[in-house]
């Protein structure tokens, strides 16, 4: 699981002196705390899939923070957001391109919008962008 992977990168960096690298797993634990907590309140467990989600918003937090940086003139904190960012995204699960979900599409018996999407958010979570799926469908 994931999870699993990033507590062991996070001891990793404690043993290295890695600040840069602690401070992102740090955040990340605590997202996952977070989440395991609200999860157990509905009876269920977190899932890699929910992992993807929390490691994709951070991504784009992180993004807009490095961008507000750059806008400030701050380039070494640009560039520790960076390294951050580059460290989250070795987590992420690779992401279908456009052939393979076009693929997928035609291999489906229905290509109504309601059906394909409902395939992609079930069998593909995390994997794809839902926003590519849409304009993929379209163009078919």
């Known amino acids: 699981m994931i999870l699993d992977e990033i507590k062991k990168a996070n001891i990793q960096a404690i043993k290295?002196?890695?600040?840069?690298?602690?401070?992102i797993y740090s955040v990340l634990l605590n997202k996952f705390m977070l989440e395991n907590i609200k999860k157990r309140e509905q009876g269920t467990e977190v899932t890699d899939?929910?992992?993807?989600q929390i490691l994709q918003k951070s991504?784009?937090?992180?993004?807009?923070?490095m961008e507000n940086y750059k806008k400030v003139g701050n380039q070494a904190e640009a560039d520790t957001i960076a390294t951050q960012i580059a460290i989250?995204?070795?987590?992420?699960p690779k992401m279908m391109s456009e052939d393979e979900?076009?693929?997928?599409?035609?291999?489906?018996p229905d290509r109504t919008i309601p059906t394909v999407m409902?395939?992609?958010?079930?069998?593909?979570a995390g994997k794809c962008d839902m926003r590519l799926v849409q304009e993929v469908l379209k163009n078919i």
């Open 16 to 23: 290295d002196k890695d600040t840069v690298a602690r401070s």
């Open 49 to 52: 899939v929910d992992a993807v």
């Open 59 to 65: 991504i784009k937090e992180l993004t807009e923070e």
């Open 88 to 92: 989250v995204e070795k987590y992420l």
């Open 101 to 108: 979900i076009k693929q997928v599409i035609l291999s489906l």
């Open 118 to 124: 409902k395939h992609f958010k079930q069998n593909y």
